[in-house]
């Protein structure tokens, strides 16, 4: 795992632990986004480690389901997870009215969760 790596891992957990406070503060739309923002940051984290690095958000997703699920190098569940956050994000960050609660911010929440477990794992397993 190289530095830049390191420092997403860092950012991600740090977008995740302030998705918690945010739920906590009953505002499930800004939580939401800081889930998608974690998962965003685990993707080029794991993308670098096949040397791939990209400047939209559309060509990360992408780059996800090209490069690490069809070749089976991670789950497809966790593309799966990227994508519905992505969705989530925009509407939390876009629409007047999201129609975010809680519970959908404590679904992504368990769901970035996962991912961090799985990247810092895999990354670490990495020679």
Not at 56 to 84: E, F, Q
Not at 107 to 126: C, P
Request: charged share 25%; glycine share 2%.
């Amino acid at each position: 795992m190289n530095d830049e790596q390191k420092y997403l891992l860092i950012k991600a957990e740090r977008s995740l632990n302030a998705a918690r406070d945010l739920n906590k503060q009953n505002y499930p739309e800004f939580a939401v986004s800081r889930c998608y923002y974690s998962m965003f940051y685990l993707a080029e984290a794991l993308l670098l480690n096949e040397n791939l690095s990209y400047s939209s958000h559309a060509a990360v997703i992408s780059a996800v389901g090209k490069y690490l699920v069809k070749t089976k190098k991670i789950p497809s569940k966790y593309h799966r997870y990227l994508i519905d956050a992505q969705d989530q994000r925009n509407r939390g960050d876009y629409d007047v009215n999201p129609d975010l609660n809680k519970e959908d911010a404590d679904k992504l929440i368990v769901q970035a969760e996962e991912i961090l477990n799985f990247t810092n794992q895999y990354l670490s397993q990495q020679i």
